[in-house]
């Protein structure tokens, strides 16, 4: 296999990992944003695609479970761990594992938003919903 370019994919998730570990760090005190969180799950996804098209490999169709857990924060430090280590298999030559640990800390990332989602549109439901004395 020809030498995959990473160089200009390693510092985008590099940026990715320093956001996305500040946000854990500050998880005690403050919870991140919707938004915040879409921006890294974004910017993933994207490094994640252009990974894929540079080794030229694709999974098309492939159902994946997301991860859950007690509370959807608890699902960050995972994604930043998965991050973390993807960066480390590209840097190590090792693209298919990095590519796959990526793929572990996006889903991570989607679980988050959508627990975040369902816990929203719940309590809308709840507010919305007339109470029965």
């Known amino acids: 296999m020809p030498r995959v370019r990473t160089e200009d994919l390693l510092q985008e998730i590099a940026e ?8 854990v760090e500050g998880l005690e005190s403050r919870p991140p944003t919707e938004m915040q969180v879409w921006t890294i799950y974004a910017g993933t996804e994207k490094v994640v695609a252009i990974l894929k098209f540079r080794m030229g490999v694709e999974r098309p169709g492939v159902f994946s479970v997301l991860p859950k857990a007690q509370r959807p924060v608890e699902l960050l430090p995972v994604a930043l761990e998965r991050m973390t280590e993807g ?5 190590d030559n090792q693209l298919a594992g990095g590519l ?16 975040e989602r369902k816990l929203r549109m719940r309590s809308r439901r709840r507010a919305a919903s007339p109470t029965s004395s």
């Open 16 to 23: 990715l990992s320093e956001s996305l570990g500040s946000l």
């Open 87 to 91: 960066a480390r298999k590209i840097r």
């Open 100 to 115: 796959e640990a990526l793929r572990g800390a996006r889903d991570h990332l989607r679980a988050y938003l959508s627990d």
